[in-house]
């Protein structure tokens, strides 16, 4: 089992640590050889060493990252050194997932390891950009300053997915409420006006006929039809998310839908900009920045731009701006202001400026393509609601004119 202590050295200053032990007192005994006084034993549980991979633990969320690196970035600059800012921040979070991060860290550190090293293994929480900026700044020596260019930029991260999620709130009610709505009628409603017409000698028109013949086959197999309508929505949803060819297939639908394209491209370059500028004022080398950014944008087209740039262009002894200037994936905008700022030796300024540029950029671009799929859904909502009010108000006529 593992352990989490706080104790006292003979001078008075306080360290804490974690150890591996079968009991409390075990801990105790160790403590007392070491000369250390006990101030508090907490058990971490019966979790493994990488406690983050153990099945219970917690996710870490955007906003631990985000106080994590804001609360170091914090400490080193006022001078507490690293080993102290974690100790505080152990004592601090009770949040057991980070807590473990914590001290895995600090664990590592005592043994000669890079700050880096834990972050790397942990892929599904911190991505290689977050790793490869801490890197750089061990290396550089201005580990504050990344810190807090990564907890802005986890910030802008965070807002941006936070504005577009909520833009997405209102069109995703509406299509949840109008497939209630429509399965209510054709599977319970429809079926039981069908039964009436069709235990008469009416004859209603075709259109009726196949819209009770739905109704009447939805009726009968509602059984398997919502368990079958579900598991099709969510196996969609992991084949699309989560494999490779699904995110090509969804990729190559969405870039052929212009307004969808526009958005998509333009979150792309915003995520070019501030990814790039956060690595190279990290101190990374230009080419290693743009293999990085590359595999970061989420953009197909974009990252074979940047890979190009990289391998065929910089590394092959082109300025950055020759390089851009070859590629004709980027506006013009973006190649004209990174040769401004290459001459002027402040590309990192400038990436953050035209970041902060596309941000705006992209909430135009949500207003508009909201401002086309609203309508579009209410008159596709108004027409099939349409047609299955003409489906019974018809034979109702009928049937009046017959009496």
């Given at each position: 089992?593992?352990?989490?202590?706080?104790?006292?050295?003979?001078?008075?200053?306080?360290?804490?640590?974690?150890?591996?032990?079968?009991?409390?007192?075990?801990?105790?005994?160790?403590?007392?050889?070491?000369?250390?006084?006990?101030?508090?034993?907490?058990?971490?549980?019966?979790?493994?060493?990488?406690?983050?991979?153990?099945?219970?633990?917690?996710?870490?969320?955007?906003?631990?990252?985000?106080?994590?690196?804001?609360?170091?970035?914090?400490?080193?600059k006022v001078g507490t050194d690293l080993f102290r800012a974690i100790d505080i921040l152990v004592a601090d979070f009770d949040k057991q997932s980070v807590k473990l991060l914590l001290i895995e860290i600090k664990d590592s550190l005592a043994k000669g390891q890079p700050l880096y090293s834990t972050f790397a293994q942990y892929p599904k929480y911190f991505s290689p950009v977050f790793i490869n900026m801490i890197k750089a700044g061990e290396a550089s020596g201005n580990l504050d300053k990344v810190f807090e260019d990564l907890s802005v930029s986890l910030e802008k991260q965070e807002s941006l997915?936070?504005?577009?999620?909520?833009?997405?709130?209102?069109?995703?009610?509406?299509?949840?409420?109008?497939?209630?709505?429509?399965?209510?009628?054709?599977?319970?409603?429809?079926?039981?006006?069908?039964?009436?017409?069709?235990?008469?000698?009416?004859?209603?028109?075709?259109?009726?006929?196949?819209?009770?013949?739905?109704?009447?086959?939805?009726?009968?197999?509602?059984?398997?039809?919502?368990?079958?309508?579900?598991?099709?929505?969510?196996?969609?949803?992991?084949?699309?998310?989560?494999?490779?060819?699904?995110?090509?297939?969804?990729?190559?639908?969405?870039?052929?839908?212009?307004?969808?394209?526009?958005?998509?491209?333009?979150?792309?370059?915003?995520?070019?900009?501030?990814?790039?500028?956060?690595?190279?004022?990290?101190?990374?080398?230009?080419?290693?920045?743009?293999?990085?950014?590359?595999?970061?944008?989420?953009?197909p087209e974009l990252r074979a731009a940047l890979l190009r740039i990289s391998r065929e262009g910089i590394t092959k002894g082109l300025t950055i701006c020759e390089a851009f200037q070859r590629e004709k994936f980027f506006p013009r905008v973006v190649v004209n202001l990174i040769s401004v700022s290459e001459k002027a030796g402040h590309i990192d300024q400038v990436l953050d400026t035209l970041a902060e540029f596309y941000e705006v950029e992209i909430e135009a671009s949500i207003k508009t393509l909201l401002a086309l799929i609203e309508p579009i859904l209410l008159v596709f909502i108004g027409l099939i609601v349409g047609v299955i009010a003409l489906s019974i108000i018809v034979p109702i006529y009928q049937l009046v004119g017959q009496v």
């Open positions: 089992m593992k352990f989490h202590y706080t104790a006292s050295q003979p001078n008075g200053r306080m360290v804490d640590g974690s150890m591996e032990a079968e009991a409390a007192s075990e801990v105790l005994a160790r403590l007392a050889s070491q000369g250390l006084k006990p101030i508090s034993i907490k058990s971490l549980g019966n979790v493994e060493s990488k406690g983050l991979r153990s099945i219970f633990a917690q996710e870490i969320t955007m906003e631990d990252k985000v106080f994590i690196t804001k609360y170091l970035a914090l400490m080193l997915r936070k504005k577009i999620k909520g833009a997405l709130i209102y069109p995703t009610i509406l299509i949840s409420l109008a497939l209630v709505i429509m399965f209510v009628l054709v599977s319970f409603a429809i079926p039981r006006i069908a039964e009436i017409f069709t235990s008469t000698s009416l004859k209603p028109p075709l259109f009726s006929r196949l819209v009770f013949t739905i109704g009447l086959f939805a009726g009968r197999n509602s059984y398997w039809i919502i368990p079958g309508t579900i598991s099709s929505i969510i196996g969609a949803w992991a084949f699309f998310r989560r494999t490779e060819l699904g995110r090509k297939y969804l990729d190559r639908i969405l870039n052929r839908t212009m307004v969808i394209n526009q958005v998509i491209f333009r979150i792309a370059i915003q995520r070019f900009a501030s990814t790039l500028a956060s690595l190279l004022r990290a101190g990374m080398p230009i080419i290693n920045s743009l293999e990085i950014t590359a595999e970061a944008v989420g953009f």
